[in-house]
């Protein structure tokens, strides 16, 4: 019998969904959004989308190696997030509150990925 899956890893699912709900939705409340091709925003949202549930459905099921691209998915984002919030904070407005809140619940759930006891749901069962 499988354990029951930890109250942590389903908060860390739960947060991971709302930074993709998040994301999905900032391209559309940005005040420039109109500038882009709307064929361009659609694929790659909905390339993104779907590359990101990928993820979080395995980590929600266990999978340590979704875990950790996750974490490493989500390092290698900071420098352009890094870049898009400093930009954002010269006129702030419901995108910067956006990307704030993303990078929030990015970090919470990875922390409640990687400590205990959410850390064990990730480990080999025999």
Known sequence: MRPRKPTQIRIAVG???LALLLSLAKPFIEPWAWLRPPMIVIVGSAVAALLTVFLIEFVSIGRNWARITYLVLTLLSLPITALALKAELSAPHLGTA?????LLAHA???????????????????
């Open 15 to 17: 947060l991971f969904y």
């Open 98 to 102: 956006s990307i704030a809140v993303q």
């Open 108 to 126: 919470i759930g990875l922390c409640l990925l990687f400590t205990a006891p959410g850390k064990a749901w990730f480990a080999p069962r025999g």
